[in-house]
């Protein structure tokens, strides 16, 4: 179940966890290959040098933090040979503004597995290449928030580790869903709930209102006030990356 958060600390205690989960998505890779871009090199072709700055800074000015953008060459006039040999040091793509394609030009783009896209106006070329650079950006997994909960307690467990005893705010907790802890720094614990008990009974859920104890191993700095968030992971639709495919498209 999906929800808005309604608590001010509560809502920025998550603001945080979603920031550090940005910086945090490739921890098993190593510290270059995280922070390495993609990058859409492309070719700019215009019919005139003010298209050219209109069109350079339109597509420059295109959000996307998880890619770089960069125009290697640009030029006056119709697309033409040396436009696609600079194409190709890139990301095999060229964007006319306002022009076309020099005869023959079509099988040479095929040869050289080069994509040409032409538009007529700057918004149609920037909402384009937008959706290229979203498709080829990194993909940061989504997930639904299912329950939260407050702290408000604390008790030494037995074996190793605390029992948090909590009070639902939102939503519900449940037995073998993901939850993390939230401090206020951001995320300090992540794993699955084991099991959950109200007094002495054991639960499957917990709902808003109800105070619930949950046990964690191996795990002793959770503190009062803390956030208790019950989270699962969503597979959303990605479309596919971009690829060149050899042709002219007009937009």
Not at 52 to 69: C, F, H, W
Not at 102 to 121: A, C, M, T, W
Not at 194 to 217: F, L, R, T, Y
Request: glycine share 8%; charged share 25%; proline share 3%.
């Amino acid at each position: 179940m999906s929800h808005k958060h309604k608590h001010g600390h509560h809502h920025e205690r998550i603001s945080k966890s979603r920031e550090w989960m940005k910086t945090h998505k490739d921890t098993d890779r190593d510290s270059s290959a995280r922070d390495a871009k993609p990058k859409l090199e492309l070719v700019l072709k215009c019919d005139s040098a003010g298209s050219i700055e209109a069109a350079a800074a339109a597509i420059l000015n295109i959000a996307n933090d998880g890619i770089d953008i960069n125009i290697i060459n640009s030029g006056v006039g119709n697309i033409n040979h040396s436009d696609i040999l600079m194409a190709k040091t890139g990301s095999r793509l060229i964007a006319g503004f306002q022009v076309n394609v020099l005869p023959g030009i079509e099988k040479e783009l095929d040869e050289h597995n080069v994509e040409v896209r032409l538009y007529d106006v700057i918004y149609a070329l920037t909402a384009d290449i937008g959706n290229i650079t979203q498709s080829i950006a990194p993909h940061i997994p989504e997930e639904e928030i299912t329950g939260t909960a407050k702290v408000i307690t604390l008790f030494k467990s037995v074996r190793k580790g605390i029992i948090i005893g909590c009070e639902v705010l939102e939503g519900q907790l449940s037995v073998h869903k993901h939850f993390r802890i939230i401090s206020a720094m951001g995320p300090v614990y992540s794993g699955s709930i084991e099991s959950m008990h109200i007094e002495s009974a054991s639960v499957q859920k917990a709902s808003p209102g109800q105070q619930v104890g949950i046990k964690i191993q191996n795990f002793n700095k959770a503190k009062t006030g803390d956030i208790v968030e019950c989270y699962r992971p969503v597979a959303a639709g990605k479309s596919k990356a971009w690829q060149s495919t050899g042709t002219v498209i007009r937009k």
